[in-house]
């Protein structure tokens, strides 16, 4: 019996201006051979995680009028898996935070990408922004172990 186990850990930071931002997450999931009906059929090739498996909260403070998050992960090695995100909702506070873009699924690399932008008027907040996973590549030509991927969040000027 062939299983793989993914496992995503979020990590969460920021830049100064005294914002504070918050990540919560923590996606566990597997594939089992069971998946596999009929010989010859692959697994689907794609695994999606609930539409708000992450929230991301941050409190203006004395943050700029304009922000912008970015995304990248640190990985153990994904033997051809490959890691999309999106932003499912503008999540809820006060509305002098705006958020925009981001609502189509990107691919996460090793590098920063802009994963959604938005506009702070008087140090606002933007709690419970919803964001959204893909598992892309998975096969049963994958080696069986447990892959990690660490998502880091960053808010920037």
Known sequence: MRVFVFLVLIVSSFVSHAQRVQVKSGWNTSVSSS???EAGLDYSGTITSSADQTTINFNG???PESYYITVQKN???L?????WVRRTGEGNGSPFATVSGGTT???VTDSGEILYSGINNKGGTRRHVP???QIRGVS?????????????YTISE
Do not use: R, W
């Open 35 to 37: 998946e596999i009906i």
């Open 61 to 63: 403070g004395k943050m």
């Open 75 to 77: 990985d153990n090695g």
């Open 79 to 83: 033997d051809g898996l490959s890691l």
């Open 105 to 107: 699924f990107m691919q």
């Open 131 to 133: 964001i959204q996973y």
């Open 140 to 152: 049963v030509l994958l080696p069986v172990k447990a892959y990690s991927i660490n998502v880091i």
